[in-house]
T-cell receptor
Framework: AQRVTQPEKLLSVFKGAPVELKCNYSYSGSPELFWYVQYSRQRLQLLLR??SRESIKGFTADLNKGETSFHLKKPFAQEEDSAMYYC??????????FGAGTRLTVKP | GAGVSQSPSNKVTEKGKDVELRCDPI?????LYWYRQSLGQGLEFLIY????????KSGLPSDRFSAERTGGSVSTLTIQRTQQEDSAVYLCASSRQIRNTGELFFGEGSRLTVL
């Protein structure tokens, strides 16, 4: 069985400060990890996927298999980054499971 | 349509009544997911349909919950004898099977309030 853990339900930082949203997972197979984001009054949408090794809106996430983590980072948070962030894991059967989510608030 | 469509967008019902929530996935998407989003519980997996395979029902919280997908397209989530703890936003998502990048496309959700 796969499991995704986001230990922080709420995270608050000031504009311009670095931010890190934590995600840990457990899965016996080869995992595919994702970050999804939900801005106020918008649909949940994909932010980034680990296989792409991309930076989206200044966010990056590195898969650390040794620590079974996929933390989301941004060096300088902006107010528009305030949103609900979900870490997700897809298994070999295309089944996608999400963590409980972290609500990020970036204060001016 | 251009995206995943869910109806109704809002549903208020009395405890003990049955409700049906509908999801129209993106045309051509063979995978369909139902999740429940509530405060303190995050995004809880309910059920997953993949093509003609047997659905993964392991996330359904009780036998009051059921879902079906007709013709490989539209899906209906049914909650029988609703309870107050069923109050939540029910999200549907769909994705491609072929050349699947792992991106799920979500609907706007159906907000259920059980009085």
């Amino acid at each position: 069985a796969q499991r995704v853990t986001q230990p922080e339900k709420l995270l608050s930082v000031f504009k311009g400060a670095p931010v890190e949203l934590k995600c840990n997972y457990s899965y016996s197979g080869s995992p595919e990890l994702f970050w999804y984001v939900q801005y106020s009054r918008q649909r949940l949408q994909l932010l980034l996927r680990h296989i792409s090794r991309e930076s989206i809106k200044g966010f990056t996430a590195d898969l650390n298999k040794g620590e079974t983590s996929f933390h989301l980072k941004k060096p300088f948070a902006q107010e528009e980054d305030s949103a609900m962030y979900y870490c997700a894991l897809r298994n070999n059967n295309n089944d996608m499971r999400f963590g409980a989510g972290t609500r990020l608030t970036v204060k001016p | 349509g251009a995206g995943v469509s869910q109806s109704p967008s809002n549903k208020v019902t009395e405890k003990g009544k049955d409700v049906e929530l509908r999801c129209d996935p993106i045309s051509g998407h063979t995978a369909l997911y139902w999740y429940r989003q509530s405060l303190g519980q995050g995004l809880e997996f309910l059920i997953y349909f993949q093509g003609n395979s047997a659905p993964d029902k392991s996330g359904l919280p009780s036998d009051r919950f059921s879902a079906e997908r007709t013709g490989g397209s539209v899906s209906t989530l049914t909650i029988q004898r609703t309870q107050q703890e069923d109050s939540a936003v029910y999200l549907c998502a769909s994705s491609r099977q072929i050349r699947n990048t792992g991106e799920l496309f979500f609907g706007e959700g159906s907000r259920l309030t059980v009085l």
